[in-house]
């Protein structure tokens, strides 16, 4: 069993920043995408960055240029830092990673989800 922790989440202002991190712990084998999604009431969850085994990154367009992804593999670690936060990247945030497990086993797992607000 894999375990998810999110923190960072929180309310800013506009414009301000924060920075995400999830941290998978159990039983790993090697991990291969870290990804950030969010979601608000009524909508589909959609991708915001991703970050796969080999560094290579994707993001959103809404996010380009102001979100910034990065994994820190000892650590089994992923981060966002988020910066020249909009009302619209109000949200909950959700990790997601795919990984073989101890059993070489590919699998796919959320976190719990973090609040963040962005409102003056």
């Known amino acids: 069993q894999v375990q998810l922790v999110e923190s960072g989440g929180g309310l800013v202002q506009p414009g301000g920043s924060l920075r995400l991190s999830c941290t998978a712990s159990?039983?790993?084998?090697?991990?291969?995408?870290m990804a950030w999604y969010r979601q608000t009431p009524g909508k589909q969850r959609e991708l915001v960055a991703r970050?796969?085994?080999?560094?290579?990154?994707n993001y959103a367009g809404s996010v380009k240029g102001r979100f910034t992804i990065s994994r820190d593999n000892a650590k089994n670690t992923v981060y966002l830092q988020m910066n020249s936060l909009k009302p619209e990247d109000t949200a909950v945030y959700y990790c997601?990673?795919?990984?073989?497990?101890?059993?070489?086993?590919?699998?796919?797992?959320w976190g719990q989800g973090t609040q963040v607000t962005v409102s003056s």
């Open positions: 997601r990673t795919d990984l073989y497990n101890s059993d070489y086993v590919l699998e796919g797992y």
């Open positions: 159990g039983s790993i084998f090697v991990i291969n995408d």
């Open positions: 970050i796969n085994g080999g560094g290579e990154i």
